[in-house]
């Protein structure tokens, strides 16, 4: 498992011990985004080698976060930084699940994607590694009840990398992840340094193919595993994140299905969407990114041989 888990990334100097350091060369990494029109890029697939162009524009930012949550989740959910937006959540279940179909998201989060899950009459199964946003999604997922909501959901305070026992009620039950992988900034332990943008892409990779592997036990033949993320600013550097989720996928084995532009803006016309007041003031400062990618993958008939051992 070790063995299979390492990867280098040579062209940027990478390591996973950030106490070291390799030569940097001055070839652009691929995980580093070059366009000034990330849409426009997605779209067209220009240097998108790993997955190609978006086959799909998603409208998931006609209403703001806020409006999309009011009046379905408690107000202390807007506390909680990496939101995946109801809106994008709905469009994934709906498109890859049907009623009574049972829904995992192992960064649970505030509880959006357990949350959306019950309303459209899915069971759904969340975990997350920080207990504060277990209790917060619970509560959600609560709220969704009295609000009638009759599905069941499951919230538990697990390590998406390491789940341990897996209860056979749910063993290869899982029908859909949905997971917004989250990139770890600093080393564990040692919050006050920061990772270099290579160490960031490496230990996201990494991380994944530990909770791929984690997550086989719940899956069967045909599950559908919905990655979604967004482009990074960070030292300088536009960071496409959807680089190391792909090669984990791919060393996993799951099979490429689609990517899509989910818009994070209003789709005022059918030609584009429209740039926030705040955005075009910033225009010529910053890169806007105004979409999250969403990588679609599927469980193929015949998992590599090796998930047998997690069988």
């Given amino acids: 498992m070790t063995e299979r888990l390492q990867r280098s990334y040579p062209d940027a100097g990478h390591t996973l011990d950030p106490a070291t350091s390799a030569p940097r060369t001055t070839t652009t990494p691929s995980w580093v985004h070059m366009s000034t029109t990330p849409l426009q890029s997605i779209l067209r697939g220009a240097g998108q080698d790993h997955t190609g162009p978006a086959t799909a524009v998603w409208p998931t930012g ?73 209790a917060l999604a619970a509560r959600n997922v609560a709220y969704a009840h009295q609000l009638g909501a009759t599905t069941a959901a499951l919230i538990g305070h697990k390590d998406a990398r390491h789940l341990g026992v897996v209860p056979r009620r749910i063993r290869g039950n899982v029908d859909l992840v949905l997971a917004t992988p989250p990139a770890r900034l600093c080393p564990p332990g040692h919050l006050a340094r920061r990772w270099a943008n290579a160490d960031i892409v490496g230990q996201l990779e990494t991380d994944l193919k530990f909770a791929l592997y984690a997550w086989i036990p719940l899956l069967h033949p045909g599950s559908t595993v919905v990655f979604t993320t967004r482009l990074l600013h960070r030292a300088h550097q536009l960071l496409d994140l959807s680089v190391p989720i792909a090669y984990a996928a791919q060393w996993a084995g799951l099979d490429l299905v689609e990517r899509v532009a989910a818009l994070r ?20 400062r910053r890169v806007q990114v105004l979409h999250d990618d969403v990588l679609v993958y599927r469980v193929p008939d015949a998992p590599p041989s090796w998930w047998r051992s997690r069988r």
Avoid: C, K, N
Avoid at 73 to 98: C, D, N, S
Avoid at 265 to 284: F, G, I, Q, S
């Fill in 62 to 134: 006609q209403e703001s976060d806020a409006a999309q949550r009011a009046g379905r989740y408690l107000p202390e959910t807007l506390r909680y930084p990496q939101r995946t937006r109801p809106a994008l959540a709905v469009q994934a279940i709906g498109r890859y699940t049907q009623p009574g179909q049972t829904v995992f998201d192992p960064f649970v989060g505030s509880g959006t994607t357990v949350v959306e899950a019950v309303y459209a009459g899915r069971r759904a199964i969340g975990s997350d590694i920080d207990p504060r946003w277990v």
């Fill in 265 to 284: 803006v209003p789709l005022r016309d059918a030609h584009r969407p429209a740039m926030p007041r705040a955005a075009r003031v910033r225009r010529y």
